[in-house]
């Protein structure tokens, strides 16, 4: 079965109002702050959502979708980021360079997608195009063959999936059952010693919300440098930390280096802004790492996780994808990788609204009591009903930044 037509598409997907009352608003709208590396300068505020880049030239989230339609009509979906610089590419570079082809050789088409990528460079933006276009290859596999994406991957390694709440809201997510948890940062290292306090008090504060017996991370999201990490890290054994999580910007691989060696009561995370297997290759042959958190929207697709979890569990390290329990595509590769022994779920919701009242793709199961497991329909299990999709309107893209 050969591709039709690759294409960036809107999903118009009817919202139903919960029918749960909001509590109060949830932390990351109102008081959680995340320090991230631009808040060097003090001009750009730490609330969720305003760092530069946070709203793209679509004029929303940035979130991109690729439908991808074989011959016979049946189509798949997958989704990326950053609006409009990556949907362009996938329009006017990646597609007529797949069109055509056999849509069930999917590595071949990421060969061919990585290969045209080398002149204008594999990584930022032409990943997390690479990215959208390989989920809606899946997702479309697995239609066309009539199983789920994780019986393409060798079928379910566990009876469900085990699961970390990212939130600050942490009586709320203690609520719905989760037992382990992960919380943001406030501090840039910029900051000094007031940062490091600040950092202290935060931690401090979350352990005692979620008591000594459950799992805590910290995730600075590369707003410290590498002295600063250190100072960080020392202050925060009292507090028994899972992980200690992307401390560093991504590029500074000899930090990750340092770090490792210095920070020996703490494992390290890393990689959600790492865009490609080659980057996790050397973060691994440099044992800089405990814990690998591809994207599979920004680095590519499940494809190219799929690649970095055999490096990493070659030797011995696990495999944890940011937000992975929050897409379909993120439960799949959990559901059936044995080294990806929990997921992460960023709760974004007001306390009291229950999660099954907000889920965000028709046909994506929700967490319950801390699990999840993925729908056993063809594909990844979304939903999608044909006539809420629309092309992407790059025109349009152009007016709303004024230079159309």
Known sequence: MNIKQIRVVNLDIPLTPPKSKSRRPA???????????????????????????????????????????????TFGLGACSFGEPVAALIDFHYAPLLEGRDALAIEFLNDL???SSMNFGPGGVAAAARAGVDLALWDLKGKLLGVPVYSLLGGPCRDKILLYATCDDLGWSQELGFKAFKVSNPAHYVMGLDGVNLAEEHIAKSRDAVG????????????????????????LRPYNLRWFEEPLIPSDLEGYAELKKAMNWVPIATGEHHRSRHEFRQLVEQRSVDILQPDMKWAGGLSEIMKIYTIA???GLITVPHTGAGTPWG???????????????????????????????????????????????????????????????????ARIRGIG
């Open 27 to 73: 932390a990351n709208k109102v008081s959680a702050r995340r320090a991230l590396p631009i808040n060097y300068y003090e001009e750009f505020s730490t609330k969720f959502g305003t760092m530069p880049g946070a709203r793209s030239a679509d004029g929303g989230s940035g979130e991109v979708w690729v439908q991808v339609i074989a011959e016979d009509g």
């Open 113 to 115: 997608m990585w290969r």
């Open 212 to 235: 000594p017996d459950a799992e805590l991370m910290y995730n600075p999201v590369s707003s410290f440098n590498v002295e600063f990490a250190i100072r960080v890290a020392d202050r």
């Open 313 to 315: 569990e070659a030797v």
């Open 331 to 397: 439960q799949h590769f959990a559901f059936a990788m044995p080294e990806s022994p929990i997921a992460e779920f960023w709760m974004g919701s007001d306390p009291g609204i229950p999660l099954d009242e907000l889920c965000p793709i028709p046909g994506m199961p929700m967490p319950k009591d801390g699990y999840v497991v993925p729908s056993d329909a063809p594909g990844f299990g979304m939903e999608i009903k044909p006539d809420w999709i629309s092309p992407w309107d790059h025109a349009a893209a």
